[in-house]
Every structure is written in structure tokens, then in C-alpha cells.
């Protein structure tokens, strides 16, 4: 069965400081999406990792891929308010999954 | 480009009415998604179709419907309306290509409240 779990699940954290989402899958795939979402709005697509090793990078924001591990990560540098979303995660081939979201709220 | 256009975007059904939420993209992708998105929760997949005349169904299936007779347009059938079917769906779309890097694009959604 295709899973896709996030953690943590809600985040609170201060202006300038750094931190990781993680991203667990269940199942072996050719793709993983890392998409944003405001309040009351749709999802905006961030980054697609296609391989192994993938790592990609815009403004304050760095993923990565590791198809080994199953594991990829959402990486946060020097957060500044307007990066306040919740951040999903997308697993999956035909058949795409999403994990339940990291609630991501960064304070003055 | 309009990308993938969802109707309507807000609705109000009452217990046991049906409908059909509309889904139509341009990008000619073979590859759409419908999910839906209960209050301060993450996505859960209702259908999905990899091309005209396929479709499958994902993790919350029951008490939908889906039809692919076209490339462009993937509509979603609630029939007998229930309280638990009030959420936001969103349509989604993506290309088939293996090793694309396009994302998967979606629509701004649906509203739906059933009363």
C-alpha cells in the first residue's frame, strides 16, 4: 500500500531560524512533489525530485531525495514570515499520494 | 493558459441530492487526479485516470463516481449527498511522460457543504 507520512505535523518556529520537514514513503516510485498551500487557497508546486540523490534548491528552500532511505526533506533557511503554509509532500507513479501535511507557522 | 479549470467553486447540496463537480484541462496531460481536502487535514485521493476510458480509484472511494470519455475532462459524481462529503476537491493533472519534471497542476478547487 502506498503511504506517505510528514513530520512533524505542525511547526512553530522563530524568523531566522532553520529547519527540516521529513517526508517517509512506503513504497519505491519514480517521483516525489513538494507543493506549499495557503490558507483557503490551492497548491502551488515548489519542486519535483526525480533520482536519487536529487537535490534542489529556491530562495530559502532546499529538497532533497533519498530513495534508499525513503526519506526526503524540506529544508528551511533563515525562515522569514512570508514562508508561513502548510507544506504537503506527493508520492507516487500513476497513483499519487500525498502525507497529511506540516502546519508551518513562523513568528516575528 | 487556464491549466486545469474546476466548476463550480462553491456549492451547497442538500442530504441525499446528487451532482457532478467539473474538471477540464488544456494541457493535453493524460494523467488526472480528483481529491478531496476535509478542514485543517491533508489530501486524500478519490479516482484517478491515467488516459480516455481509464480510471481507478484511490484511497476514499466510495460514494463517487468518475468518468474519462475525453483526454480533457475528468467530472466527479456524488450521488445520495451525505454530511461526511463536505469538503474541498481538488482536480489535478499531471503529464504521463516518464522522468518529466512537470508537477502535478491543480485547480483552485470546490467548496461543497452538505446540509
Known amino acids: 500500500e502506498l503511504k506517505v507520512e510528514q513530520n512533524p505535523l505542525f511547526l512553530s518556529m522563530q524568523e531566522g531560524k532553520n529547519y527540516t520537514i521529513y517526508c517517509n514513503y512506503s513504497?519505491?516510485?519514480?517521483?516525489l512533489y513538494w507543493y506549499r498551500q495557503d490558507p483557503g487557497k490551492s497548491l502551488e508546486s515548489l519542486f519535483v525530485?526525480?533520482?536519487?540523490?536529487a537535490v534542489k534548491q529556491e530562495g530559502r528552500l532546499m529538497a532533497s531525495l533519498d530513495t534508499k532511505a525513503r526519506l526526503s526533506t524540506l529544508h528551511i533557511t533563515a525562515a522569514v514570515h512570508d514562508l508561513s503554509a502548510t507544506y504537503f509532500c506527493?508520492?507516487?507513479?500513476?497513483?499519487?499520494?500525498f502525507g497529511q501535511g506540516t502546519r508551518l507557522t513562523i513568528n516575528p | 493558459n487556464a491549466g486545469v479549470t474546476q466548476t463550480p467553486k462553491f456549492r451547497i447540496l442538500k442530504i441525499g441530492q446528487s451532482m457532478t463537480l467539473q474538471c477540464a484541462q488544456d494541457?493535453?496531460?493524460?494523467?488526472m487526479y480528483w481529491y478531496r481536502q476535509d478542514p485543517g487535514m491533508g489530501l486524500k485521493l478519490i479516482y484517478y485516470?491515467?488516459?480516455?476510458?481509464?480510471?481507478d480509484k484511490g484511497e476514499v472511494p466510495n460514494g463517487y463516481n468518475v468518468s474519462r470519455s475525453t483526454t480533457e475532462d475528468f467530472p466527479l459524481r456524488l450521488e445520495l449527498a451525505a454530511p461526511s462529503q463536505t469538503s474541498v476537491y481538488f482536480c489535478?493533472?499531471?503529464?504521463?511522460?516518464?522522468?518529466?519534471?512537470?508537477?502535478?497542476?491543480f485547480g483552485d478547487g470546490t467548496r461543497l457543504s452538505i446540509l
Open positions: 506527493g508520492w507516487g507513479a500513476q497513483k499519487l499520494v
Open positions: 485516470s491515467v488516459g480516455a476510458g481509464i480510471t
Open positions: 489535478a493533472s499531471r503529464p504521463s511522460a516518464s522522468g518529466s519534471n512537470q508537477p502535478q497542476h
Open positions: 494541457m493535453n496531460h493524460n494523467y
Open positions: 525530485l526525480l533520482s536519487n540523490g
Open positions: 513504497t519505491t516510485s519514480d517521483r
